[in-house]
């Protein structure tokens, strides 16, 4: 993570310092055929559908307590999408 990133992230508290990160919590990307992720991820791989969604071109999947995977539909932002949310000790 960038210092930028960091300090927008963490605060001022934790500003210069390392942030433990301890794992990944979400990971989300751009899918062209979002009900073909989500028989891929509940299908396939064997993932629950996570959280209610009131917005229909994203969905989350369970892989682990507390991890889940993001597909986007194409276009939502505009461009290529992947972002991470980190846990982080007391997160």
Do not use: C, N
């Given at each position: 993570?960038?210092?930028?990133?960091?300090?927008?992230?963490?605060?001022?508290?934790?500003?210069?310092?390392?942030?433990?990160?301890?794992?990944?919590?979400r990971v989300a990307f751009q899918s062209t055929d979002l009900e073909a992720s989500g028989k891929f991820y509940t299908g396939l791989l064997g993932c629950e559908a996570a959280f209610a969604q009131t917005n229909p071109?994203?969905?989350?999947?369970?892989?682990?307590?507390?991890?889940?995977?993001?597909?986007?539909?194409?276009?939502?932002?505009g461009t290529v999408t992947l972002h991470t949310a980190a846990i982080t000790p007391g997160h």
């Open positions: 993570m960038d210092r930028f990133a960091l300090d927008a992230v963490a605060g001022p508290a934790v500003a210069g310092e390392a942030l433990p990160i301890l794992g990944i919590a071109a994203a969905a989350y999947f369970k892989i682990h307590d507390g991890q889940f995977v993001k597909p986007l539909e194409s276009g939502l932002l």
